[in-house]
């Protein structure tokens, strides 16, 4: 190559390396201000008290929404628009930019800590199993309905409950995906499945609320580990993300955080006492 190519060569280079120093911060930097302006931040949630729930009236509370409301006021974003998605539909959407953040009680674990930026733990949780009273096919694990040829388990469809009983090796058509908890209890009240499984503080509230003498709760489920969720944002909103959890800090350090989320049954304690690099490295 002779020297005056080189030269071009070099001067394109160096062009090319002012423009990018210059370019805008990224992309990121704008999400906060673009949700200031949209004076909302859509939310994804699942209808599954007492993580996520929607009254008949269209109003949304739940542990997962209210801190999330509490916190996006704090950052000039004063209303949260949610809309209902099963748990194995949230990362797509979020992804496909239909949701700002995922506020749902969607459990940390290593796969989605690589498909979205999580805060820092808010909600945590032991899995359960609805069964019959008596627990006639002696349940404790999922390995137990693996065991069992005849045995169905429901679940959340994309959730943890069905793939820690895939992964035990309940065979796929004996895991029933469940839409929602009125479903689930049906199901079982009806003997189409034979355990309905989901986080433990859910299977309470259902069961409280179904007021049947029928039904037992099989909880922890053995074997499985404690979960706790973050709000999951778009990878390519770290700096939002980031803002959330410098609040999300405050509220912990001020009992703010605890007053929230403990008239729900979830314990403050639990989620400031480990991290989202210790659950996203776990399991
Ligand atoms: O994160 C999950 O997959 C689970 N989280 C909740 C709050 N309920 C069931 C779901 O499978």
Redesign the pocket.
Known sequence: MNYSTMIKQMAGASALAVMLAAAPASADDTKLQELKDQGFARVAI?N?PP??AVAADGKVSGA?PDVAREIFKRLGVNEIVASISE??AMIPGLQARRHDVIT????M?PE?CAAVAYSEPI?C?AEAMLVKKGNPMGFKSYADIAANPDAKLG??G??????LALDAGVPRDRVVVVPDGQSGLKMLQDGRIDAY???VL?INDLVKKANDPNLEVIAPVVDTPV?C?GAAFHKDNVALRDAFDVELKKMKESGEFAKIIEPYGFSAQAAMSTSRDKLCAAQ
Do not use: C, N, Q
């Open positions: 699942a599954e993580f996520t997962a748990y194995g749902a009680g969607l459990f674990k989605r909600l949780d679940a959340p994309g959730g943890t409950e069905e793939k499984s989901l986080p859910s979960y969720d």
